[in-house]
Each structure stands twice: as C-alpha cells, then as structure tokens.
C-alpha cells in the first residue's frame, strides 16, 4: 500500500512522482486576499473572489486538460526547452516511461515545494511556491543547477497566463472582455488593468490590476517580456509548445502598452552560464492589487531570494501556529493526518464552499450550515475569535425561525441565497445552538444568550411560503418594529424562534417538513409533502438541551426571567392534543407568521425560565417518544433502524422488505445523537448498519443502500450514480457525526470503528489519491473527492478530542473522560493531546499501562502540574474554571490521567 511519507514532526509531506495521480492539489492562501489551488504541474487557479481571477477559473476536470497555466522554462542552447513544471510536450509525451523527469513534491500548510531532475538535460530545479499571510501574491521561487559535468546556458522564461477578470466571463462574453485588458511593461514585468469590470447589467470602471513580476536571485530586472498569448505561444502553438520557448524570439522592452489581447506574464531573464554545479535563483511574483502602488509595494517584500525565503519561512510559522492542536497516539501516520484535519476548517472558513476545483458551485460566501460547524473547530483552536463570530451570525436569522443561507466575509453580511431562489433548508435552524453550546461549555459565558442582536429581513417570510409584499430593499436588511425601529432581541430569543417554529412546522406525519432540503442538499424535491425525520430527532435533542441551559443560566446566573417579542407567546403553547395534531401546529405557526409577515410591535413579555424550559422539555419528550413508536422498522433478529424520511407522495422513504433494504445513515445519527434512540435501539442500529452500509474497502458506512430508483419525488440524489456523493457514498461528515453520536452514548468502539474505517482509506493513498486530510466523500473507486473544504474535519477534530480523549468544557470546568481503545496508545500506553483551553496551553496524557479498553478502565489518578484532580466520577477528572485562571498563561501545563483496568 503506497502511502505518503511526512517529513518531520509536523504537517510537511513528502510525494514522488505526484504528477502522475490525477486531481491532486494544494490550497494556498493568505488570511485575506489570494486564494489559489496548486496541482503538482503548478496548474490550478488563483482568485481574491468570483469577480477577479488573477489565473483562469478551473474545474476538477480542467487539471489534467488546462495547461494554459503557471510554467517556468528553461531554454538549453542548443539543446531544447525543459519545463520545471514538467508542462511541456515532450515531458507529457515520456511520462510514463519515466525515461526523462523525476520529481519530488514536498508540501506543508499553504506551501509547496517540488524537485525536479531531468535526466535528458542534465539539469536540476527546485520550484517553491507559497501565498504570504497577508495574501497579496503567489510567490515563486525557482533555483535552477548544473548537474552536469560542463557547463550549460540556460534562458529562463517565467510564464503566468494573466486571465484577469471575472469567473463568469470564462464562458460569458471571453473574447470581448479580452478587448478590455490594457497591458503595460514595466522594469520588473506586465500588468494587466482591465478598462470595465464587464457586467451587462451595468459595467463598472474597474481599478484591479493583475501583475506577473520577476527577479534574478539579487533583484536584478529580466530581460524581456512577452505579454501576449499570441506572441508567447506564437501561430500555431501552443502552452505545452510556446513559440517564445521553442525559439529564439527577442521580447518586448519595459514600457510598452498593449490594448484588447489574452495576457501572459512571460518573462524572459538573461541567458545564464551555469559551471558544473553551479546553481543560480529567480523569483517571480503574481498577484492581485487595487492600485500600482500597492504593486510596488508587494514587490519590494519578496525581490531577492533571501527576502522570499525569510517570507517562507514566516508562512510555515503562521499556520504551524494557527493549527495549535497535535496528537501523539500509537500511530504516528494518524498524528500527521489529524495535524491536516485540524487545518480544514481554517481552510474552508478562507475558501468558503467555492473556491477549490472540485468546489465549483456558488460565488463565495459561507454556507449557514457550514460556518456555524466550522466554529466548533475554532472553538477549539481561535476560541476568542468566536464570541463575536456567534453573535454576528444570529443576525442571519429571520423572525420567521428561518435565515440568510449565505453569509458574507464581514461581520453582519448576509445574503438570502445564491442565486435568489427562495429555498428554506429545514436543518439550518438547527446548528446554531449547537455551536453556542459548545461555546458555553468551553468557556462557561452563559450571558452570551442575552446578548441583543438583530434579525435578518427580506422579501421572504413565512418559512419560504410567502412574501412580504409591503418590505422594500431601501428599509435594510434588518427587522423593523411598526414605529421603523430596528428590532433586536436576545439570542437566546434567536435561538427560541428557530428551535420552536420548526416544532410547528410539521407535516402529514407530524415530522417537520422537509422543504428545500435538510442537512442532505440533494434531498430537494419534496417541497409539498416531504418530511424529516432526521432532522425531527435532532430538534428534539436541541429542545431538551436548550431547556437545560436556560436552567444553568437560572442556577449558575441569578436570572429567573427572560424577555421575548410578544409576538412568540404562541409559540410556547403546549399540550399533547396540540402536539398530536398536524393540522393544529400548522394553524398555530400561520397565525405565529400572520403576526411577524412584516414589522413587528416591538412590545416583548417577561417570561419565566422555569415555564419556558418546563415547555421545551415537554415538547422535546413528546417528540422523542412521537418517533420512537410511529417510525422504528423492525429489520432482522436483533436489527432495526428509524425511517428517515416522507417523499413528495408522503411515504414512509425507508423500508425492510427481504429484497429491498431502505436505509440511510441520516436518521440514525440524529436519533442517536439527540437521545431519541435507547440503548436496545442503538445496537439494533450498529448492528443494521454494520449489514447494509458498512463497506470497510470503501471507507466505511455509506450514506443509504441502493434505492434502485430514481425518485423524483425526494431530490437529486437518487439522479447521481448509487455510490457517488450524497447517494450513498462514503460521505465522510455523516460518518463522523454517526461516530460522535455514538461516543456520546457511550459506544467507543462502534464510534472508533466508523472514525477509523474513513481514515485508513484516506491514508491509504494508492487508493485514495489524495493528500493527507479527509475528503468529503470517497467515489466507487475509492478516490477521496472534494479534499479540504467539508464540514467532516471539524467533526472529526471535536470527536478526538472531546470523545476520544473525552477532553471538552463542562461551562468553562475542563473535564476528561477518555474513550481511547487500546491501539490508539504507544508502546508504553500513554497518548497525549496538546490544546488550548481558557487561555492556557495544556498537554493532556492518558496513561493507560494495562492497555484496557474504555468501560474496562477507571482513572487511578490525575493530576495537573502535580496537583490532584477531582474525579467527578470513577471515569472523569476536571479541573476548575477557577483552578485554571490560577495557572500561568505562558507554560504548558501537564495534566496526566492514569487508568487502571477495573
Ligand atoms: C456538503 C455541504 C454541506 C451539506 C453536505 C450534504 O458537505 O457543504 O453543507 O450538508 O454536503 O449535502 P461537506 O462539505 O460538509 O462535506
């Protein structure tokens, strides 16, 4: 089994070969600005947004067909041209007899480095790529040698096809908005400043300018340029044969413009006289930037070797420090491939869900679900971050329960959905809370819920069923009361709305509805009757919780009262002849939405914490018990699972019948996860899963099992090949959530079984084909698709840690209640994590001698520095919010749990 090595302690990673595995690459971005994707031929593309794409936008599929891309070629008098890139048709044509190249890649956080070595030419590169933290440029560094025993000349030529403008002109209008670049030579290279920003419904001026700049290794100019794509490539030619390569042809000088052609950062330097061994350095730049000052500016940071290595080298520092999370288990290759995991979440708040080549959909912006499960990570790694992140995201929510589905890169910008459609995703009101209870636990701020904030208005209301015909986009974006003042409210209010208007919003089954979508996107078409049982359980869960905080607020707080728009009295109706009927709730929830269509009064109630929490918790049993009797299927012996689902028919979606399975993994997680599932059924379901999802070659549980039908009456899914993404893929966020539902339950080795099944066929490379991180989905081949950008990694990061390791914040105590199996500890049984918890940095060991396995062991002892800690109980340790604040901010602090076998 092929497998990629790593370098050091750390993330580095080492390839051979990689050109020749398809749909690799790397992110590479700075905090702001750049955001590139790089494969090992340096194809891929660099953007700050949709609208300004510095190299042409690419697909999945245009790595392996687009070599319109970064290159830098080396003409050997005499001889022939080579690229370092290994884009070039003679490279391409003996790749794979190997009889020419061999290269090595080595690759870390936002940097890559590859070597190559041709046999033919006898000469030798290393090629570092990097995007600098502050995300002005892609930086090059190029350092080429003489590995023969004579000397050799060599005329280096740089080329970075310059697209220069917005992602949707890449079909839209290519040729004309081509007509607009004006391109200019200057000392150092060529810069392309479009004219108009091109856009039908009315052209803006456009002030963004695109560079490509280069250096010798001591900043010196280059010699010449070619900026064009017709005078680089030549008639006829093309980028894997430039004519500018393949023959002399004299450049143009600095200072010449050029109107309304196709761009090319081809830069030609001095040809150069390498003595045997002799090595010599080139620096080349491409970026983005708002004036030519700023040009200059970036130039002057990175125009000599020393100052871009010095740049490097802060890049690789800023990120190491940024993932400040590290395992030591048994297994050294897992540390590694966590150390990845845990950067990419930080990956997907840079890039959002759009910005990767297998990331083609959208136009940037986060989704709702995924920023608010992206913050569990951060909680974790950035937690000071959070508070304000928490508080700005609560102003997406709509007063009708419903939300902005994508959110802006600023605090506070929302946008009601990709395209305009009107689309109500069922789930979306669900995550909230769950990342502002994790935020209470690890720091112990229950006050965060009475923070005032605004709500979101637009023309949708009523939960996607009608319009507020009377609201016009000159009012804002935010709820208003009848006088005109914006409306704030707490976030606890926030959090009541969303959980309880999706109590009423039920269907025929007395499930919520299904609407757009739930968690699973592609269950889109079942607007009218589909219902989700899935995402039914997990509101439950939310409602049981919820009430429990609002009690710790009461108990821990002093407050015994909460104030509410008066609008939501309503909503807090309770008893079961209301619960028990469908039609009843829908009635409630209309009358709830006749009230808020457009302006609210702005009056509120005072309401006590003990009746709202008394009124949640009624409704969260009634719920849980609703489900457990009306949707349990009875499988096999000892089987059985819930449905999931109603389709657009209104049918039960998953069935046991001896020839046709229905199962999807979905309903399962939630019922587990929120406690609507007991312990009978819980091993009724690992069991059933186990028969009909789990493939261990395939990475572990699949999503569903075969429908063999197309179902147009639940969504889009059933259109994609069985086994592919959503329709029954190894889908890895469905996977770590089953395996973090069942930790919480208390069943540490099925969990272990679904988290480590997914990351042996990640690891497994010749397989998986990809670099270290989970994907979101393994295809039928076993391929990980989608690297980086999935909400899975923060799923799995929060599960080894406080799962796993059992380390997680109990308001603001730090307590530890492991769940390791015996494989996951060293040789002498210990395995450690390093986090930061309450602003202190901790190295947590788990000391396991005996090797037992979690519910065989109790703790012996911990300790913290040497200080005893409290055992709440046989299996769990904490340590004080107040004991924490009295450690020393600076040090590492040890903590070590010692189990024994019991
Ligand atoms: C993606 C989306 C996520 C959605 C999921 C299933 O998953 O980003 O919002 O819930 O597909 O449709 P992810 O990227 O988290 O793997």
């Not at 070969?17 to 690799?24: A, F, I, M, R, T």
């Not at 370092?84 to 956080?109: K, M, Y």
């Not at 449905?643 to 229905?662: L, M, S």
Request: glycine share 8%; charged share 25%; hydrophobic share 35%.
């Amino acid at each position: 089994m092929r497998q990629i090595e790593f370098k050091d302690e750390s993330e580095t990673f080492v390839i051979r070969d990689p050109e020749n595995y398809s749909g690799l690459y790397l992110p590479m971005a700075g905090t702001e600005g750049i955001k590139s994707s790089i494969t090992p031929n340096w194809g891929g593309d660099s953007k700050t947004d949709q609208n300004h794409f510095l190299l042409e936008p690419v697909s999945a599929e245009n790595l392996h067909n687009n070599k319109n891309t970064r290159n830098f070629w080396c003409r050997i008098e005499g001889e022939g041209y080579w690229s370092v890139c290994g884009n070039s048709a003679e490279q391409e044509s003996s790749r794979f007899t190997r009889e020419q190249d061999e290269s090595i890649l080595e690759a870390g956080f936002m940097w890559q480095t590859l070597v190559r070595k041709s046999k033919k030419y006898g000469i030798e590169a290393k090629m570092t790529i990097f995007v600098p933290v502050d995300g002005a440029a892609e930086v090059t560094l190029v350092t080429l040698t003489n590995n023969r025993d004579e000397k050799m000349e060599v005329t280096p030529i740089a080329a970075i096809p310059i697209y220069g403008r917005s992602a949707d002109n890449i079909r839209d209008h290519r040729h004309v908005t081509s007509l607009l670049h004006r391109i200019y030579t200057s000392t150092h290279g060529i810069t392309v400043t479009p004219v108009l920003s091109f856009d039908e419904r009315g052209h803006q001026k456009n002030e963004t300018s695109y560079f490509v700049y280069g250096w010798t290794e001591n900043g010196e100019a280059p010699e010449s340029f070619y900026p064009t794509v017709e005078e680089f490539i030549g008639e006829g030619g093309s980028f894997l044969i430039p004519e500018a390569v393949r023959k002399e042809k004299a450049g143009k000088p600095a200072g010449v413009k050029i109107q309304g052609k196709e761009a090319v950062g081809g830069i030609r330097f001095a040809k150069a006289v390498l003595e045997k061994g002799e090595s010599r350095s080139y620096i080349v730049l491409a970026g983005i930037a708002q004036t030519k000052e700023q040009i200059e500016k970036t130039a002057s940071r990175y125009r000599t070797l020393a100052k871009g290595m010095q740049a490097l080298d802060e890049v690789k520092t800023y990120w190491r420090k940024q993932v400040n999370v590290s395992f030591e288990t048994g297994n050294k290759r897992e540390d590694h491939y966590l150390k990845w995991i845990c950067f990419q979440p930080i990956l997907r708040r840079i890039y959002g869900c759009s910005f990767l080549p297998y990331h083609d959909y959208g136009k940037g912006g986060r989704g709702w679900r995924d920023l608010w499960q992206d913050c569990l990570a951060l909680l974790i790694m950035e937690p000071s971050l959070v508070r304000q992140m928490i508080l700005s995201n609560y102003g997406g929510v709509r007063m009708d329960g419903t939300n902005a589905t994508i959110i802006g890169n600023r605090p506070g910008e929302f946008v009601a959905d990709r395209n305009n459609i009107t689309r109500v995703w069922m789930d979306h009101a669900f995550w909230p809370f769950v990342t502002t209870k994790f935020y209470m636990d690890q720091t112990g701020d229950l006050e965060v819920l009475l923070e005032k904030v605004p709500y979101f208005k637009d023309l949708q209301a009523k939960r996607g069923e009608a319009h507020d015909t009377q609201w016009r986009a000159e009012e804002g974006d935010k709820q208003r009361t009848k006088s005109g003042q914006i409306y704030f409210g707490s976030v606890l209010e926030h959090i009541l709305l969303q959980n309880l208007c999706a109590f009423f919003d039920v269907g025929e089954h007395n499930e919520m509805r299904l609407h757009g979508a739930d968690w699973n996107d592609a269950l889109d078409m079942a607007w009218e009757r589909g219902e989700s049982v899935a995402f039914t359980c997990a509101y439950a869960g939310n409602l049981k919780d919820i009430a429990k905080y609002l009690r710790n607020l009461e108990q821990k707080c002093g407050y015994n009262k909460v104030e509410l728009a008066e609008e939501m009295q309503i909503l807090l109706t309770g008893g079961n002849t209301l619960f028990e009927d469908p039609e009843k709730k829908q009635n409630l929830l209309k009358q709830y939405g006749d009230q808020c269509i457009h302006n609210i009064s702005g009056k509120t109630i005072l309401v006590k914490i003990e009746e709202i929490s008394r009124n949640l918790e009624e409704k969260a049993q009634w719920l849980m018990e609703h489900i457990r009797t009306d949707e349990w299927i009875k499988g096999e012996e000892g089987e059985g699972w819930f449905n999931g689902y109603y389709d657009n028919h209104g049918n039960a979606v998953e069935r046991y019948q001896k020839d046709q399975i229905r199962m999807m993994l979905t309903g399962q997680v939630f019922a587990i996860m929120s406690g609507t599932a007991d312990a009978k059924q819980i091993k009724e379901i690992c069991r059933s899963a186990d028969h009909y999802l789990y493939e261990k070659s395939a990475g572990g549980y699949r999503l569903n099992t075969d429908f063999k039908e197309e179902k147009f009456d639940l969504g889009r899914m059933f259109g994609f090949a069985y086994g592919e993404k959503e329709n029954g893929a190894v889908f890895s966020h469905m996977t770590v959530m089953y395996a973090n539902a069942l930790y919480q339950r208390g069943f540490a080795k099925e969990g272990y079984k679904a988290l480590n099944t997914l990351l042996e066929a990640a690891q497994n490379f010749e397989n998986s084909k990809m670099y270290p991180g989970i994907p979101e989905y393994f295809d039928n081949q076993g391929r990980g698709l989608y690297a980086y950008l999935t909400g899975a990694a923060s799923w799995y990061m929060l599960t080894v840690i406080t799962e796993m390791f059992g380390v997680k914040g109990e308001l603001g105590d730090l307590t530890i209640h492991p769940s390791l199996m015996p494989e996951q500890f060293d040789d002498k049984g210990n395995a450690s994590v390093y986090l930061e918890f309450g602003k202190r940095k901790f190295k947590i060991q788990i000391k396991n001698p005996d090797k037992a396995e979690p519910g065989a062991y109790r703790i012996k002892k911990a300790a913290c520095d040497d200080n005893r800690l409290a055992l709440l109980d046989e299996t769990k340790a904490s340590l004080a919010k107040k004991q924490i604040n009295a450690l020393k901010q600076d040090e590492i602090h040890q903590i070590v749990v010692l189990l024994e076998k019991c």
